[in-house]
């Protein structure tokens, strides 16, 4: 698909000019507008529907929807976006998914907030669905919905997952569990696919796998509860930090040394991952970063400086702390 | 101060049937009408202005502005608003004061917010001061600037440091930091004074004052250089959870044992203070529930409920975990 940048190179303008001539042609010289038109039809240039939509109106706000305030991930996310949009002199809604989805839904389509970043997604939510199917700008930040029509920011999620399959198999660790997040959320279902992957992959034994839907209390009760009966394992991969520091907690109620007994990997790399009393090996996805990616992608949607749909990829890392050995 | 309750009262109507008359009189049959404007006017009722600039236009949105994401207190209290708020069909934006302020008092002005919550104050901020002095709807939540014309709610900070100094005094710590917030702002100016004067009333020397700015890494970098120049102090009294546990971190790196070599004591409580691997020592001050009543009392504000301003004030606790010995 041909992009407002090829365009500007063909014209040798600027991006910026290609969308003053396309949204404000007043503003722009004849030569030049004569110019960028002749490129424009030449390469057979269409604006994107929501962008060319979006000009006519400016609310100079956006919207944020966010799962989860209990889980540091989405508070750092959440700061990031508030002063990458601040900047930018956007004002910020705040839309919590579990009360206010209807809310967020009605505010995208009565044009109060100029685009949304979704940091929340479930497959099942009627309400979430009819905000992607708005035509208003939307960014997916961390959850990737099927089908199309927004750009999106993730991390590799099955790739962090295989990497802590490959640590665990490196230093000979057999006995496993998983703690999951909930099924059909993307993120956790690839976390665990590329966990489980990655264990069939060199051979070794399927690790348990305890349901801790992302939740502190949940991921608590499960892990007390198994090693009632089974004891210690030798490995726990949780799907996020803060069910990860439940585990030591868990852990620790039962005696268990961390790392001599078990070692406890986490996903997220919040904050209170480096904590020296925390001190927890993880999969670092650089929340913070993303964030910022996320709302500068939503800025170029809604001021139609973006061509196609753009998908982000940010790169997982395993960050060795003090709950695991090895290298 | 007469109140609508007082109205409805001598009336023998209801809250509701008070404000209806008042602000959509049609809605109410004449004798009902006629029998509550002469209870007003017996007992010389006046609607407070703001709540009667309210009455005229709803936006059915509030505000809420927050400082220090970073602090998982005030994610805390902006979770527990932000459900209050939409379980009354509230929309909620929110501005962080760092960078929003101004923002925030635009809305306020413009009236596309019905009220606000404000989590954050800085005595020097004009922004700030401007949404106190808006006439609309203003709930303070944990910091109380001078003046009048808003409700509140705090909890005792004095009593707070006060009970901290109490628990050192009656276990014979002498030799005591005090990691403090930062000078003007009134938790950490209350907090400070209540550890002081407790020590002081007790004959017990006066703390080493380390300036940790309710920040993280300003606690951390401020207590190793005090354990290189002095070692280990007998206790330390953070002015917030976050710089405890930053503390907590500066002491295991100098290989200080808590509470063997040196109790550790926070305040708020959050969440994380109770992980098995934080396991502070700390003053509760029951921020969820100084939410909700701060989201109730704005709303009462807004719908002409409320009477004269309400200052509400929870009591502080001392909850006795592991970074200390004693009871």
Redesign the interface.
Known sequence: MVTSRDVADAAGVSQATVSRVLNDPATVSEPTRARVLRAVEALGYHRNRAAATMKTSRAHSVGVIVAE??N?FY?EV??SL??AF??RGQ??????SS??AE?AVQ?IREGTVDGVVMAAWREDSAAMRAALDSQRPVVMLNRLPAGEGFDSVTSENRAGGALVAGHFARHGLRRTVLVAGPEGVSTADERREGFLSGLRDRGLPAPVVLEGGFS?ERADVQMRRHIERHGPPEGVFCANDLMA??V???L??AGAAVPADTWVVGFDDV??AA????DLTTVSQRGREMARAGAEMLMDRIEGRAGPWRHRVFEAELVLRGTTGGQ
Do not use: F, K, M, N
């Not at 004002?91 to 919590?96: E, L």
């Not at 904590?275 to 925390?278: A, E, H, I």
């Open positions: 305030l209990a540091p508070v959440l700061e508030s002063a601040s900047a004002r910020v809604t705040i839309w919590d009360h206010q809310a505010a502190y520091v439940a030591l907690g868990a620790r109620g904050s209170c904590w020296p009393v925390v």
